[in-house]
C-alpha cells in the first residue's frame, strides 16, 4: 500500500519568514496529493491541493510543488503569522480501485513566533 | 463546513467493555472513513465504506469493527476496549471521485480506563 513521509515532525520559524513541509510517497499511481490543517482542539481542514498533472499551485500565501519523478511534494508559506501556528498534514491518494482512501503523513507541528 | 456530526464527542469507557461511535452526515457522499488520531502517528485509517453494506479494512482495523446500514450513519464499534485504543477518532467523508477532499468530523474523544 502507499506510504507517506512527512518531514519535519515540528517547525519553528520567525513571524514573517517562510516555512517548508516536504512529504514524499511511495506509490507511483497516486495522483491527488490535499494539505490539511489543524489547529489545536480543532478538525483538521483542507488548505490546498494539487493534483499530478499540475507542477505547482497557489493560493494566497500558500504553495504546494508536486515532483512526479521523484515522488515528494512540499508546502510553502510565506509571511508566515502566527495564527498560522498549527499541524500540518500532507496526504496521498490514487484514483484506481475502489479504495480511494487518503494516506497521512505524520504531521508536523509550525509554531510561528512573534 | 460539511454537514457531518460525531457522537459522542467525549466518553471515558472501562477496558473490556464494546464502545459505538456514530458519525452522520447530511451531504449525501458515498464514502465514509474511520481514522484515529496519536502523536507521532498522525491520522491512521481504521475502517472505510465505499456503500451501505460495503466496508473495508483500513491499516490499524484490529479490534474494530464497522457497519453501514444507511447512507448517512456509520458506526464505529469497539468489541473490548483496550487502553491502546485511547485515542481521537474522527470521521471523513468523501465523494469518492478521481480527486476530491475528505471532510471531517470534530472528532471524539475517547478514553479507556
Known amino acids: 500500500g502507499e506510504n507517506v513521509e512527512q518531514h519535519p515532525s515540528t517547525l519553528s520559524v520567525q513571524e514573517g519568514d517562510s516555512a517548508v513541509i516536504k512529504c514524499t510517497y511511495s506509490?507511483?499511481?497516486?495522483?491527488?496529493f490535499p494539505w490539511y490543517k489543524q489547529e489545536l482542539g480543532k478538525r483538521p481542514q483542507l488548505i490546498i491541493d494539487?493534483?499530478?498533472?499540475?507542477g505547482e499551485k497557489k493560493d494566497q500565501r500558500i504553495a504546494v510543488t508536486l515532483n512526479k519523478t521523484a515522488k515528494h511534494f512540499s508546502l510553502h508559506i510565506t509571511e508566515t503569522q502566527p495564527e498560522d501556528s498549527a499541524v500540518y498534514f500532507c496526504?496521498?491518494?490514487?484514483?484506481?480501485?475502489?479504495?480511494?482512501?487518503?494516506?497521512f503523513g505524520s504531521g508536523t507541528q509550525l509554531t510561528v513566533l512573534p | 463546513d460539511a454537514g457531518i456530526t460525531q457522537s459522542p464527542r467525549h466518553k471515558v469507557t472501562e477496558t473490556g467493555t464494546p464502545v459505538t461511535l456514530r458519525c452522520h452526515q447530511t451531504?449525501?457522499?458515498?464514502?465514509m472513513y474511520w481514522y484515529r488520531q496519536d502523536p507521532g502517528h498522525g491520522l491512521r485509517l481504521i475502517h472505510y465504506?465505499?456503500?451501505?453494506?460495503?466496508?473495508d479494512k483500513g491499516e490499524v482495523s484490529d479490534g474494530y469493527s464497522v457497519s453501514r446500514s444507511k447512507t448517512e450513519d456509520f458506526l464505529l464499534t469497539l468489541e473490548s476496549a483496550t487502553s491502546s485504543q485511547t485515542s481521537v477518532y474522527f470521521c471523513?467523508?468523501?465523494?469518492?471521485?478521481?480527486?476530491?477532499?475528505?471532510?471531517f468530523g470534530q472528532g471524539t474523544r475517547l478514553t479507556v480506563v
Open positions: 494539487i493534483r499530478s498533472n499540475v
Open positions: 506509490d507511483s499511481a497516486s495522483n491527488y
Open positions: 451531504e449525501n457522499h458515498r464514502y
Open positions: 465504506s465505499y456503500g451501505v453494506k460495503d466496508t
Open positions: 471523513a467523508i468523501s465523494e469518492g471521485g478521481r480527486d476530491t477532499e475528505a471532510f
Open positions: 496526504a496521498a491518494k490514487k484514483a484506481p480501485g475502489s479504495a480511494r482512501q487518503l494516506t
